[in-house]
T-cell receptor
Framework: SAVISQKPSRDICQRGTSLTIQCQVDSQVTMMFWYRQQPGQSLTLIAT?????????ESGFVIDKFPISRPNLTFSTLTVSNMSPEDSSIYLC???????????FGPGTRLTVT | DAKTTQPPSMDCAEGRAANLPCNHS???????VYWYRQIHSQGPQYIIHGLKNNETNEMASLIITEDRKSSTLILPHATLRDTAVYYC??????????????FGKGTLLTVNP
C-alpha cells in the first residue's frame, strides 16, 4: 500500500492569491494524479504528473491556472493560481498501487476562497 | 470507458447486509468493474474489483452478472463506519498505470443504528 500525506490539510485564501499544495508519498511512484472535488460533487481529474516530464492536463484545466511540479518519485505540488471563489474545493492527490490494480488517495486539501 | 448508473442513495440497518447495485450495460470485454468509497472528509478508498468472476476480500464481495452488464457490491455486516459514498467505476484492463479513473456521482449509503 501507499501512504499519502498532503499539506496543508485546509486553508482559507483571498481572491487573487495563489496556494501551493504538497503531496508526499511513502514510496516511489511513476505517476501521480491530481483531482478536484467541488462542494457536493464527485471527483474530477485535473492532471497526471510523471516525474521528469510535463504534466498532462484534462480538458478544462490549464497549466497557467494549475501548475504542477514533480521533482522526484515521491513528491508533487499543485498550485492553484489567481484564485476565485469558484476554486473552493477539495484537492486530492492520488498514486497508482502495485501491479496497476488500484489507486491510493491522499486525505485532501480543503480550500476556501473568499 | 463505459458509463455506470447507481442509485443516488440507500439506507441499511446496522448489522445487516448492504447490497449496492450498479448498471454498466455498455461495458466492454476488457473493462474491469471497480468499487471505491469515500467516507466524509476523507479521500476515496479502494474496496474491490473484478472482471468476470465474483470476488471477495476482507471488506466486501462483488457479484458480477454473467452478461457483465451489472454488478452488486455486498457489505455483509454493515456498521456505522460504512456510511459513505460508494462509487462504481469501469476501467480498461490495460497494462500500466496511465488509465483514467472516472468517478460518477456514486451512491450515498447511510447505515442506521
Amino acid at each position: 500500500s501507499a501512504v499519502i500525506s498532503q499539506k496543508p490539510s485546509r486553508d482559507i485564501c483571498q481572491r487573487g492569491t495563489s496556494l501551493t499544495i504538497q503531496c508526499q508519498v511513502d514510496s516511489q511512484v511513476t505517476m501521480m494524479f491530481w483531482y478536484r472535488q467541488q462542494p457536493g460533487q464527485s471527483l474530477t481529474l485535473i492532471a497526471t504528473a510523471n516525474q521528469g516530464s510535463e504534466a498532462t492536463y484534462e480538458s478544462g484545466f490549464v497549466i497557467d491556472k494549475f501548475p504542477i511540479s514533480r521533482p522526484n518519485l515521491t513528491f508533487s505540488t499543485l498550485t492553484v493560481s489567481n484564485m476565485s471563489p469558484e476554486d473552493s474545493s477539495i484537492y486530492l492527490c492520488s498514486v497508482e498501487g502495485e501491479l496497476g490494480l488500484r489507486r491510493y488517495f491522499g486525505p485532501g486539501t480543503r480550500l476556501t476562497v473568499t | 470507458d463505459a458509463k455506470t448508473t447507481q442509485p443516488p442513495s440507500m439506507d441499511c440497518a446496522e448489522g445487516r447486509a448492504a447490497n449496492l447495485p450498479c448498471n454498466h450495460s455498455t461495458i466492454s470485454g476488457n473493462e474491469y468493474v471497480y468499487w471505491y468509497r469515500q467516507i466524509h472528509s476523507q479521500g476515496p478508498q479502494y474496496i474491490i474489483h473484478g472482471l468476470k468472476n465474483n470476488e471477495t476480500n476482507e471488506m466486501a464481495s462483488l457479484i458480477i452478472t454473467e452478461d457483465r452488464k451489472s454488478s452488486t457490491l455486498i457489505l455483509p455486516h454493515a456498521t456505522l463506519r460504512d456510511t459513505a459514498v460508494y462509487y462504481c467505476i469501469v476501467r480498461v484492463a490495460e497494462g500500466g498505470s496511465n488509465y483514467k479513473l472516472t468517478f460518477g456521482k456514486g451512491t450515498l449509503l447511510t447505515v442506521n443504528p
